[in-house]
């Protein structure tokens, strides 16, 4: 290992929000550059930074050379299940990236997360937050049996390349109202449907599948993306500060 790699090793971070803070918690790839290649993974509303589902998504990703940033939003800091309203979600958000570039100065850097983590990162996207791409998982279009009510207004406003995961079971992403919108977002956005898979990506048995081979399967996707999107497998873009 280089110096610079152990500069980069598994580190966990104390980040200051406004005059308050939360944890993160960096982990470089399982192979290959430490620093290329990171993905900021922010958690869902019921979940936190050391959830199943968040470490299934950052084990799989280390797996495929994705250094991972995984960090609490401040009301799971708190230890509250009410999530902050958006805009502090950003401001939390934003925090945890700045020191990200700080602590590691990734050459590509990745935004997203899992439902509402991941709608937090393309609000950023959408304002122009600088990054190389956003990686969503479970994007929550509409709450679940209120089709009615998409949160689409900000997605066509999304310039960076996008790479985005929902199972054909989700009852917070109807397939046919997701394709119609994506329909107005161009080619930048890249929409991959787990068939059968539900809001956490959990198949029935009756799939013949096993959770961890969509993980698998969720994780080839974003590699492949990713590579496309840096120049690189290993990643080899530039994050816009």
């Known amino acids: 290992m280089s110096e610079r790699e152990r500069q980069h090793a598994r580190g966990e971070w104390r980040v200051a929000v406004g005059d308050q803070e939360t944890s993160a918690v960096f982990e470089p790839a399982s192979g290959g550059s430490a620093t290329s290649l990171v993905f900021v993974c922010a958690h869902g509303a019921g979940g936190n930074m050391n959830d199943r589902s968040v ?11 994705f250094g991972v940033v995984r960090f609490n939003f401040l009301y799971r800091e708190r230890k509250s299940g009410r999530p902050d309203p958006m805009p502090k979600l950003e401001e939390c958000y934003a925090a945890v990236v ?21 709608r937090a990162a393309s609000m950023l996207a959408a304002g122009g937050f600088g990054c190389d791409g956003l990686l969503l998982l479970a ?5 679940p049996g209120k089709p009615d009510q998409l949160r689409d207004a900000h997605l066509p406003a999304i310039k960076v390349p996008v790479i985005c995961f929902n199972g054909t079971r989700d009852p917070f992403c109807t397939p046919a109202l997701m394709e119609r919108v994506v329909k107005r977002l161009g080619d930048k956005w890249e929409m991959h449907w787990v068939e059968g898979a539900d809001h956490s990506f959990h198949v029935l048995k009756s799939s013949g599948k096993t959770d961890a081979q969509i993980m698998n399967e969720i994780a080839d996707a974003s590699a492949e993306w990713a590579a496309r999107i840096s120049g690189s497998p290993t990643g080899s873009g530039h994050a816009r500060s």
Request: charged share 15%; proline share 8%.
């Open 55 to 65: 470490l299934a998504t950052a084990n799989a990703l280390r797996g495929r050379g």
């Open 98 to 118: 700045a020191r990200t570039r700080s602590e590691l100065s990734p050459a590509t850097l990745v935004i997203g997360g899992r439902s509402m983590g991941g």
């Open 139 to 143: 994007y929550p279009l509409h709450p």
